[in-house]
């Protein structure tokens, strides 16, 4: 079996949490950048990634690199890498996004014209042919010019693998699910330790917690772009990656993960989705006020992202908000809190400053993430 490059993008910040999910599937880590990963793997790797690993958007096959400066080094840079061994003849292939940072080429449509036109010369002489049907399996191309440097991959994964296929019902700005499962898997929290999301709007985060404690891949019950190329990947890898995923499932779970909204849509929406995620059985969400949360047991998690500001018709209210924050967590007994916000003020008005603050980009904004590390529950003997 052929050994591959693969790239997998995630949040700008989340790298340590997609390089750990890498390694655990039994991947060896060439690069880590900033918001990408690259490991190596043979094709067996393109089914495993796509359905296992929760913090990545998508896996790309590494087709090559070079230097451009010019259209005419990316012409050829791009005709010289082989394309007939990843695009059969009657492959749909196109340059599905095309993103440059601090690089003399800049414009996304004409590196994306261009491109094409390279990969159509290159094939057109290995197949001996003018005319591409392209009725076939489809090829997204993607590419990155980062300082020069091109980067081109083809799209194994097709639509954005935060799209887990679940939440179907959503309200107003919902976190995605990779970046949910990212700052879940950031935190001590497993699955026998109490865990609350009191704004939990479309149900994201319980559902997300609920699929790591139960050992549910997350691409389990989805499709992917690449399951459409046989001539690389027998179809028998894939049901192979399926059936690892399914004997990893944990049954007869007891867990206690729950879910509270002050508003009856996203209840309503978080328990839509946590049944089509198959995991409602393993939370309890409840229309509730964020003053009315308590618990009476110790060593609980809260993990949640509070209104911030930017999404709400009153910015104004913003210091009550995190001020109400503060005061429920003070009267939650060796509690842990982490939350992610864009709120530069959230630490002053929570009225305690958090033990650990990392800086997260969510697509371009910049968030935090608060973490308030409550203490350890004492080992069993």
Known sequence: MDNYEFIAPCHFGLEAVLKKEIINLGYKITKTEDGKVTFTGDTSAICRANIFLRTTERVLLKAGSFKATTFDELFEGTKAIPWEQFI???????????????????????????????????????????????????????????????????????????????????????ITETLAAALIMLTPWNKDRILIDPFCGSGTFPIEAALIGANIAPGINRSFTAEEWQHIIPKKEWYNAINEAQDLIIHDLDMDIQGYDASNDAIKASMENARNADVDHLIHFQKRPLAQLSHRKKYGFIITNPPYGRRLDEPDGMPQLYKEIGEVYRNLDSWSMYLITAYENAE??????????????????????????????????
């Not at 020069?148 to 019902?169: F, N, P």
């Open 88 to 174: 059969p003849e009657n492959g749909k292939f196109w340059v599905a996004k095309a993103t440059s940072i601090k690089s003399k080429l800049f414009s996304p449509s004409d590196i994306q014209s261009i491109m094409k036109k390279a990969i159509v010369e290159r094939l057109k002489s290995k197949y001996n042919i003018n005319w591409f049907q392209e009725d076939g399996a489809s090829f997204p191309i993607r590419v990155t010019i980062m300082k020069d440097e091109v980067t081109v991959g083809i799209d194994t994964s097709g639509e954005s693998l935060h799209k887990r296929g679940y939440r179907l019902a959503t309200v107003k700005a919902p």
């Open 348 to 381: 002053k008005y929570i009225g305690r400053k958090a033990d650990k603050n990392r800086k997260i980009y969510n697509g371009m904004m910049k968030t935090y993430f608060y973490q308030y590390l409550g203490a350890k529950p004492p080992k069993h003997t």
